[in-house]
């Protein structure tokens, strides 16, 4: 594969402006009752309408994110707005947090049973704010990060099933949203959160998550792993030996963005590092693609769904691998990126229909077809095809102005 | 295939007892800190140590009831005893509620989150209890019973997530299990519980949770649903349009042999119908074997494992057909007895190491090759090699004297 990085930055573009958010424009609107309707077949047509609080706010998210970032678009922001003033009115419960379901009409399904639902809104409403301008917005984005700060040694709260102090464990999710959310908010908070939360996140990520080669005889290189005991310790459990591989690839290309704005090379190679590692740990040799769930020892892992290929394990290493290589050049990515470009163009993309499938059994053929369901949404494709848009824009502007 | 029933039946008295239960109890005594192992991976060896309630309930019942029902055997007796004692110590919160999770020693991980736990050991105890004679064991057993019927209208609780009254619904799940339980309790029960139990099941079963047609438009025969309106009413939703075929059949076997307790004929044909109707629906025509989950419309289903192929559909579907043989003598079910059996044997049993695979892909091969994890233990194996045996010996004697 040719080093044309212009050419790339040119099909992430194309496929993010002339395929996949008019897909959602065209199929997912709600613009009768507000908000989105998500469950989408192949080719867009809708099939279930609950409201998922999650992909709400994550496509409140996006449309003010692009209408900020690329264009100022009134159609992107009336889409914003359809979700967020729909949100505002319906999505919280007496005590402000966030449910996690609502029917069509917004009321309310499932209840606020964990703090991601907050999360999610925090990152909509300050984005929304920004694109908007809206006051009440902001007030909306940090009061759902209040709660995030409140509940996150107990994300679940009463609705968390383990038996207290027989097995403590904190996950890898819990301080990677929070220096998400932290860097999408830092414009509404106090001027020192951000340098504070981001040296927290990087030191307890690349400290307590990071393995123990010790306990991975399959692996001499470090992985990331999703649960570890309080003080970093890893367990010998199933939630303990636990890989999601694209989760670790997420968070790592987030730590080279961190270690990029502290202007610490070290953490960036370190996060790298871990990439490559985790890619030769989790990659297919025999059908290709990378597999969603492992066990670090190599055990059973509980989750049937463990060797399905998906739509955004998939993206998020292309995200890692392109800014890996434009901020250091480093031929692994490059290496990386174009085995993982190959598969996923040749995969995932449909263009037939439009938009990315989400779900590949091992082999690679389609396994269930929707466009978007109770987890696949407006996020992850466009917001990866506009990361790895930006890469190659740098990296192609470097190529033409090498100095 | 020829209907040489005896053989058939000497194949189920041999794989149960010269290899199904001879796997367990070799690798699956936990005879230093009580209770069992169930994480075994494909020969047997011990992967990981915690103990799952369920699980653990489980081969309390299997050990005590084969003791009860086979043949008093002393290790079989011990077996049983090893688990009772532990859970008898370990199992219950102060309240007397079940764990759902312990570690090896016994320490709780996972709460009482529903009422699962509590069934498993209302059956556990009764049987331990009929097996040893033990007075405190009745105890248990009543106890748990009280539980589950004193949560069954909210089998959760407080662990819940539906926000109450938008769109109440009512799972399969629990009338079966109360009938299951109470067919299996009847000797500690007052002498006119277990009539007004099985009624009310059959009524509820065989109106509420059977497919209005017009919602069905993929088929144009009844089908068992998991969730439905309090009223019996179908909702179009993921939940209501959830078919999981497994579950239906090895519900339908349990109307038959009601049906045939309380000779209704009627019912018994009823029932027959709708597994016939359920294999149809659910029989993949390019692979083979049975379908884990389905939607009832045709959408993409929620459960990412849907096309897998799970033991415990194939076993309770060869328990269904084999009793739908002996009850009717109807040819569809012998067709679809051979059709299964064929499968079944040819993918899930593992003569090279014993005992039998639980989880296949869609095209038949092993993907997780446990013999035991966090869902599968000591249960639906033995239990449906034992009364396939008992459906083929008795059909073998009707053939030996047919008058």
């Not at 065209?26 to 047509?45: A, M, P, V």
């Not at 570890?228 to 080279?256: K, Q, S, T, Y």
């Not at 990866?384 to 740098?394: E, N, P, V, W």
Request: some cysteine; hydrophobic content about 40%.
């Amino acid at each position: 594969m040719e080093q044309d990085f212009r050419a790339l930055a040119n099909l992430y573009k194309t496929a993010l402006l002339d395929d996949v958010l008019p897909f959602w424009e065209r199929h997912s609107i709600d613009w009768e009752q507000g908000g989105y309707f998500t469950c989408l077949d192949r080719n867009g047509k809708v099939y279930d309408t609950d409201k998922f609080i999650w992909l709400q706010n994550r496509q409140v998210w996006t449309f003010s994110t692009f209408y900020h970032q690329i264009e100022p678009r009134e159609d992107w922001l009336a889409i914003a707005a359809n979700g967020a003033d729909f949100l505002a009115k319906h999505g919280r419960d007496a005590a402000g947090n966030w449910y996690f379901a609502l029917d069509r009409s917004g009321n309310p399904l499932v209840q606020p049973y964990n703090i991601f639902s907050d999360c999610f809104a925090a990152m909509a409403f300050s984005k929304y704010a920004l694109a908007s301008g809206k006051e009440w917005a902001k007030d909306i984005a940090l009061q759902a990060y209040d709660n995030v700060l409140r509940r996150k040694d107990n994300p679940k709260g009463d609705y968390n099933k383990a038996y207290p102090g027989t097995r403590p464990m904190k996950s890898l999710a819990v301080p990677m949203i929070l220096a998400n959310l932290t860097l999408e908010m830092d414009w509404l908070l106090p001027s020192n959160t951000l340098e504070h939360v981001l040296n927290a996140t990087v030191e307890e990520v690349m400290t307590d998550f990071l393995s123990d080669a010790s306990f991975a005889p399959y692996s001499d290189r470090k992985l990331m792993y999703e649960n570890v005991a309080p003080d970093g310790l890893l367990i010998d459990c199933f939630e303990g030996r636990l890989i999601n591989p694209g989760h670790g690839i997420e968070a790592m290309w987030f730590i080279m963005d961190i270690g990029n704005r502290l202007g610490d090379s070290k953490l960036v190679h370190q996060a790298i590092e871990i990439v490559l590692n985790i890619l030769d740990f989790a990659w297919d040799r025999e059908y290709g693609g990378l597999y969603y769930f492992m066990d670090t020892k190599g055990h059973p892992p509980q989750q049937l769904e463990w060797d399905q290929k998906l739509w955004w394990v998939h993206l998020e290493s292309l995200v890692a691998l392109s800014m890996g290589y434009r901020l250091t050049g480093r031929q692994e990515c490059w290496d990386w990126y174009e085995k993982l470009h190959e598969y996923s163009w040749s995969h995932f993309a449909d263009p037939q229909w439009g938009e990315w499938f989400g779900y590949l059994n091992r082999q690679g053929d389609v396994l269930i077809d929707l466009k978007g369901g109770k987890w696949k949404g407006c996020f992850h494709v466009p917001r990866s095809l506009y990361l790895c848009h930006q890469q190659f824009d740098a990296l192609s502007a470097a190529q033409a102005y090498p100095y």
